[in-house]
């Protein structure tokens, strides 16, 4: 599986060493990224020794549309769903990102394992996420660690249509969903993949698919990142480094302007009337 994901990027990258993206045609709409900074507020995601998820989370979310800016000017537009330390619900996460109309959604968190885990301390790994029914309880663990957010919104059972996130039956809502979206999806997963281990240095646990109700909810081609594993201390203090921190914000920098190459308008790819 790992040799196809390789040949894969292998092939992207040979893709954009051979064709020009450099200039952007005048007049044309702006390619919009929204940015989705993990849990915030009284949500605080997993923890380490000192650090918090929600710190990291928002970190690399400003550190990347600060690059974005740079690196793009007026050619791509930033959305973040969370520019300060503030508690967003996970639908209005992804309605942010479908109010404005965006071309690609990337959601960041910081992984962990449960407490009395063996291995708690060792694991260690970036993987990206699309939507999609899991393959394995490992990849189900992750979706319910991350949807059991939503117990801390009012009406989440309303809001959810009765999905709950500690049952594995509610995951079977994601087999058939994202289906439009699921190759652009994977295209990008397998870029921010390849960054985050060729750039950033983590090591590769490879794209992964699980039901997480923000990439549900989203109407564009949409991904998960777990940046490392938050419950070793080595890369906690990784992920809590201005150098850590910088590293994962480039690397997806640099999964967006190739994914942006492949996809330039993906949400204006339906039949013109
Ligand atoms: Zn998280």
Redesign the pocket.
Known sequence: MTCYRHIFTTLIIAFFALTSVASEPAGCEPFVVAIDA??GGHDH??RGRRAR?KDVTLAVARLMASKIGERFGDSVRVVLTRDSDVFVGLRERADIANRAGADLFISI??NSVAARSRGRETVQGASVYTLGLHKSDANLAVAMA?NAVIELEEDYSEQYQGFDPNVSESYIIFELSQGDNLNSSIDMAALAQHYLTDYAGRADRGVRQAGFLVLWATRMPSVLVELDFMCNPRMERFLSSTEGQERCAEALVRALADYRALHPHSRRTAPAD
């Open positions: 993990g849990h995601g997993t998820e968190h910081v991350e």
